[in-house]
């Protein structure tokens, strides 16, 4: 090898440029990927500076999850309080150590109820429930996520919490021929669909395993227009570009509120406005308490709180980033 060979293998690689690029991309996580692993893709395909997603899929699970980019990061947080919507499948019979297909089996029972008895049991978990975190789960403890506990073959005493189920719905039933049971649940935020499942199975006196989870809608987002790593992989960077929603897209059940352009200049500034004032649609701050700000000419200024005939600036975008 020459010294000029040598030279040359030992440059470095010259960076490729990051882009300013502000938007939420939809993605459609596949099965046996993480969630911050998929960010991690995406984040590269488009070359963005500032990535972030907006709550964990496992990853056995598939289905959306929404990524945001640039400004839209300052909004992850309202995802993360989103009800999230799932298609699962359980298998009846069998328990398993980490509540789903990944973990080995650790009792089996005989599996005696029909699809009457299943669609029974659901009816029960409607509503406000206590769920106990499972031990294979990213919670902490003095520390350390509880899932390290459990590989260690640890277990250690966890607080129920309170969720909540909004729907809870059969989708399909393979009973007798086969245990397993299809179903849909719409849940609040910190709901484990797979303790559901072993709750359900506990219900029944068989016990159950989680199979299958695709998470199918956060909030008021879809996996109707989400995207795979594959076709963006395929895509060149105009056509990944056309797949960025708005950075509002991540606040659509927040009602909208206009601002003339005084408030919105004083509101950029993060100054709290008196909405009997400057507000063009005060009725709209009467009716809700938190916001989507926007200025005249449809810009997204950012989130506020209106309380007490007052608008309280929360999180702003930055000029021209929306």
């Known amino acids: ?45 488009y070359r963005v500076k500032k990535a972030g997603h907006t709550g964990t899929l496992d990853p056995l699970a598939s289905g959306l999850l929404p990524l945001c980019f640039g400004e839209a990061t300052k909004f992850s947080q309202d995802l993360l309080e989103a009800d ?119 219900t029944l006196g068989c016990g159950a395993h989680l199979v299958m989870l695709r998470r199918t809608g956060v909030g008021a987002l879809t996996l109707e227009h989400a995207v795979t790593l594959d076709a963006l992989t395929a895509a060149d960077e105009p056509v990944r570009d056309t797949w960025l929603r708005p950075v509002d897209a991540l606040l659509s059940t927040f009602p909208a509120l206009t601002l003339n352009e005084e408030a919105a200049r004083r509101f950029t500034h993060g100054q709290r406005l008196p909405l009997n004032e400057l507000v063009l649609d005060r009725a709209v701050c009467e009716a809700a308490e938190r916001v989507r700000v926007y200025a005249e000419d449809g810009r997204l200024l950012g989130v506020a709180k209106a309380a007490n005939g007052v608008l309280a600036p929360e999180r702003l975008v930055v000029s021209g980033a929306a």
């Open 84 to 202: 999230k919507t799932y298609e699962a499948t359980m298998r009846l019979g069998i328990r398993t150590a980490t509540g789903d297909a990944e973990g080995e089996a650790i009792e089996t029972r005989e599996v005696n109820c029909d699809e009457a008895a299943v669609r029974e049991a659901m009816t029960r978990f409607l509503g406000d429930i206590v769920q106990v975190p499972p031990m294979y789960s990213a919670l902490k403890r003095d520390g350390k996520p509880l899932y390290e506990y459990a590989r260690a073959g640890q277990t250690v005493e966890r607080e129920g919490r309170e969720v909540k189920i909004l729907a809870l719905e059969m989708i399909a039933c393979a009973l007798p021929e086969a245990p397993e049971v299809t179903f849909r649940v719409t849940c609040s935020k910190g709901t484990y669909v797979r303790t559901l499942a072993e709750d359900i199975g506990e």
């Open 1 to 45: 090898m020459t010294a000029s060979s040598k030279q040359n293998q030992g440059a470095a690689r010259p960076k490729v440029p990051r882009r300013l690029l502000d938007g939420v991309l939809l993605l459609d996580k596949p099965v046996g990927l993480s969630s911050n692993d998929a960010l991690i893709r995406a984040k590269r395909l």
